[in-house]
């Protein structure tokens, strides 16, 4: 793969003495959707969350390896974690506002990085909630609390305010689990749309919304990279025994 | 089967009306007692003016004198102990996620210290006074009280805290916040109406101990003008008044109480209203 917007090399991690993460090597494509499929418990959320480097926060975790954003090493580096973490946009299985207003929301992340300016302020999430469609329907009530909103407006509403700090990942983990048909095909044109100018990393349970947005399709079983590349090759001509059974629905 | 389970049922919620019950009662009556022997004593004069010559023998006067020094003593070490607490149940949440064991001792040495009774605090700072040759004055008791009432709010906070769900405090994360953002911007935030509840609980301790004050502050007629000064303070006033042999004087002992009690009252009904004001953000998960 040419320019890999990440790349992951000989990584490992163990929750004391369990091994979850076995000598994971990826590379995953600049500006595509990457679908992360495996079934239950083979390590898919622990991976995303190495990835901004929240693993870390478990006391028993031991990671190695390395994992590269546009070729610099963001796990053995000095380089402030916040710094990484603001790199990428995380949407969690269910949202979780911030206790504040709806517009506060979105201008966390805006004000954190030190900007202060109402008018700028006022633009910017103006743009971020019509990018996620959300402008709408809370344009009126924007100092309301974000959990007066519904469960699926939360859920765009943390992709606005994720979208905000300007990252250039976005890493999503059964964003739609939580939502009704509707805000779920939201979500998902909204990550079509959103490919042109952001890597994203899915990871889904939906075979259905797996073929229906991949570009980039990773299968994992059991801590291991079974199976990658491009969602047509995937999807129409798998090579892996163990693949195959997953998509014909032998296990979950 | 299907029978044991309704009289199963009937049997608890039997117990739970009476435990219901017999609170109220309890606290009926001893509200009852004291408002029926300190009511015919509660007076304008009492709550407005400092005690005169031969107040303690039934004269007139009154004790505002106690009530201003209690309302400086409990107001200042619940200030004290919550800028010393807040930080440190912060830490204990947010700096040390990482570091469980070292949590949990902590939890473990604060809950100790919290069911160590007053008057240790009280016979501590007296030890340390009298090392250094410190006289007693308001600053020494509001140092005493606040030790006194610190691990109850770090330990009232920390368990608000420990409230946040993990995913809130992870999304904040992985927006790229420091630590201090989280618990200044997020965390604070979230939990606001039980940080007032947890400094409401060490206030109302706070203005009721007697035992941590009976070496530290001494006790005035006169209201104090600076740390420096003794105070006097209502539960002591009530003490000394108690131990009167003279009814009036007695009856005025349960006219104090009834001040402290309207006092916590107050205090936490303005609390209440401010705290609803700002519940309004906080996301219920
Ligand atoms: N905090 C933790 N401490 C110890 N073990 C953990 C922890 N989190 C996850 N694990 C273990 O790591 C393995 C992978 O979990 P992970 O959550 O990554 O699976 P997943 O692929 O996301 O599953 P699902 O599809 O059900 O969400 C599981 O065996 C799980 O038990
Ligand atoms: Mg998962």
Known sequence: MENPKIKIENLNLHFGNQHILKDVNLEIPKNKITVILGPSGCGKTTLLRTLNRLSELN??????????????????????????RKKMGLLAQRPYPLPMSIYNNVAYGLKISGRQKKKYLDKRIEHYLRQVNLWDEVKDRLKDPASALSIGQQQRLCLARGLAVDPQIILADEPTSALDPISSQMIEEKFVELSSNYTLVLVTHILRQARHIADHVVFMYLGEIVEQGSAKDFFENPQQERTKAYLQGQFY | ??????????????????????????????????????????????????????????????????IIGSLYLSLGSTALAFIVGMPLAMFMNIHLVRNTKFVSGIRFILDLLWGVPSIVYGAFAFTIMIYFGLKTSLLAGIVTVSLFILPIVVRAIDE?????????????????????????????????????????????????DAASILFTTGYTDYIPTSLGEQTATLPLAIFFQLSSPIPEVRGRAYAASIILILIILIISLLSRYFTKRYEKNKINF
Do not use: H
Not at chain 1, 73 to 81: G, K, P, Q, Y
Not at chain 2, 170 to 186: D, H, N, V
């Open chain 1, 59 to 84: 006391t028993e975790a031991k990671i190695k390896g390395t994992i590269r954003i546009d070729g610099s090493d963001i796990l053995n580096t000095n380089e402030d974690v916040t710094v990484i």
């Open chain 2, 1 to 66: 089967m299907k029978k044991f389970a309704k009289y199963e049922e009937w049997f608890f919620k039997g117990l739970m009306y009476l435990s219901t019950l017999s609170i109220g009662l309890v606290l009926f009556v001893i509200l009852f007692s004291v408002l029926y022997t300190g009511l015919p004593y509660l007076s304008w004069e009492m709550i407005s003016s400092i005690p005169e010559g031969g107040y303690y023998y039934g004269k007139s006067g009154g004790i505002l004198n106690a």
């Open chain 2, 160 to 208: 608000v805290l420990m409230t946040v769900p993990r995913g809130l405090f992870e999304s904040a994360l992985s927006l790229g916040s420091t630590k201090s953002e989280i618990a200044y911007r997020i965390m604070f935030k979230q939990c606001f109406p039980g940080i007032i509840t947890a400094i409401l609980l060490s206030f109302g301790r706070g203005i009721g």
